[in-house]
């Protein structure tokens, strides 16, 4: 089946009270319109087709930037209804294909669904249907004595009977193109918005004796619009937890799917458990008997077997060695990486630095551009002062020495193997092995007739 997709993304989206497009606010990380692009794809289209008018500068911006989205881009200047919008596709379609036509801000919707959504219409056209409770704000489907799809009609120009009717249009439907073409130039504007509406075809396609079929989705949360913020939030809960399910499923133990968020890809091994309040981010690879704490964030990362990232954390684009213990409150930057049984403990921050086997920064201290050898103590309020103002110098600490504590260390320097760094001091030049080194601006004195500060009285004239 050669299937194209008309993604329909030129609406204004005034109720979101955003300078952004609608289409590009987010959901689990990414925009809506990179969410329908991808269940497009994935449910087996050529080629895609989006549709833009208000924003369309910045949508643009965005799709360049997405070399896995490859699409065709079609202006809609004026915004005069669905089927005028759909007609800005059409001319590079060619009429062998079957389109489906999609929105947006209808982020939800899956490959399966469009899937079946498409084979339904190689007999004619298709459309997503549902029956809801509370049906406001949807076209309603009209069907003929016999139960057959007569026709939809828009909420605004329904009567008070077809106001009762629950089964809803989803506004999803796929057709051959050959068809689309034909009945898209017979639709006219007679209606309470004086647009065009492509729910129209519908009754051409009754007239003209072709065969209209209903599809439902797999769950109404598919088919669900965004229009505000409201509506943006229940569409990543519903989002996030049908992840869950799926990680779950798969073996992951999530303490409260209800309080869980993955903004990318997580993939793990057996028995991983992930307290409440965590967000993922990017690509997570998490080994065999991890355990991440509450509201950690780990983005980009690999966590090695038996690790454990503890509460309030955050860890990106790191490499994180087997049973190394991080937290709480530790902060990993970019381009860390741990060797097996790393220490990283509470208030400790590393950037572009590697420890070694059982090093180990129990609190309190940056380790920036260091190489930091096996079994290496740092000590409470340790600083590599690893920055001039222009440029980043690196620090090298050698196997099992001890850093003591509220040490400066002023890169380029190096720490000798079993070196101890004395407490208080500031390493300026390169510290040997096996030997302690103090270094302190001068000797502790005690002032016999010093007496401490006190208050003056603010109530004396």
Not at 167 to 178: D, R
Not at 186 to 195: F, M, P, S
Not at 426 to 453: C, F, H, K, M, Y
């Amino acid at each position: 089946m050669n299937l194209h997709a008309v993604i329909l993304a030129a609406g204004q989206g005034t109720r979101m009270r955003s300078s952004l497009p609608k289409v590009l606010h987010r959901v689990a990380g990414t925009p809506m319109l990179g969410h329908v692009l991808a269940a497009a794809h994935a449910a087996g289209a050529a080629h895609c087709h989006v549709v833009l008018g208000h924003g369309a500068q910045a949508v643009q911006a965005w799709l360049q930037t997405q070399d896995e989205l490859a699409v065709d881009v079609a202006l809609q200047s004026q915004q005069l209804g669905t089927a005028h919008a759909v007609l800005q596709a059409l001319p590079v379609i060619p009429d062998d294909a079957v389109v489906v036509v999609l929105y947006g801000d209808v982020p939800l919707i899956t490959a399966p669904t469009l899937q079946r959504l498409a084979q339904a219409a190689a007999t004619g056209l298709a459309l997503v249907t549902a029956t809801l409770d509370r049906p406001r704000g949807y076209g309603r489907i009209l069907r003929n004595s016999d139960g057959c799809i007569g026709g939809i009609v828009e909420e605004k120009d329904a009567l008070a009977d077809q106001r009762t009717i629950r089964e809803i249009n989803a506004g999803l439907l796929a057709v051959p193109a050959s068809l689309l073409r034909g009945w898209l130039a017979q639709i006219g504007n007679d209606n309470a918005n004086g647009e065009y509406y492509l729910t129209d075809i519908v009754a051409l396609a009754v007239r003209d004796g072709v065969e209209v079929s209903a599809v439902s989705a797999d769950s109404v949360d598919e088919i669900e619009g965004v229009n505000d913020r409201a509506q943006l939030a229940a569409a990543e809960r519903h989002f996030q937890q049908a992840q869950a399910g799926r990680l779950m499923a798969d073996g992951l133990q999530l303490l409260d799917p209800q309080r869980f968020d993955l903004r990318g890809r997580l993939d793990f091994g057996r028995d991983v458990c992930v307290d409440v309040g965590c967000v993922f981010e990017g690509t997570v690879y998490l080994a065999d008997n991890v355990s991440v704490g509450p509201y950690v964030v780990l983005r980009d990362v690999s966590i090695g077997a038996g690790a454990q990232i503890k509460a309030h954390s955050v860890l990106e684009s790191a490499v994180i060695g087997e049973n190394c213990h991080i937290g709480p409150f530790a902060r990993l930057r970019p381009g860390t990486r741990l060797a097996a049984d790393v220490h990283v403990g509470n208030f400790v921050e590393i950037k572009n630095s590697t420890l070694a086997t059982g090093a180990k920064a129990g609190h309190l201290a940056y380790v920036g551009d260091a190489d930091v050898g096996a079994r290496v103590n740092i000590s409470a309020g340790v600083i590599t002062c690893n920055y001039d103002g222009v440029n980043k110098h690196r620090t090298v600490i050698g196997d099992d020495a001890f850093i003591g504590s509220d040490s400066q260390l002023i890169a380029p320097v190096s720490v000798g193997e079993r070196a101890y760094i004395a407490a208080g001091s500031t390493i300026a030049r390169d510290a040997p092995g096996e030997v302690l080194t103090i270094a302190r601006a001068r000797e502790q004195r005690s002032l016999p007739n010093w007496r401490r500060p006190v208050k003056s009285d603010k109530k004396k004239p």
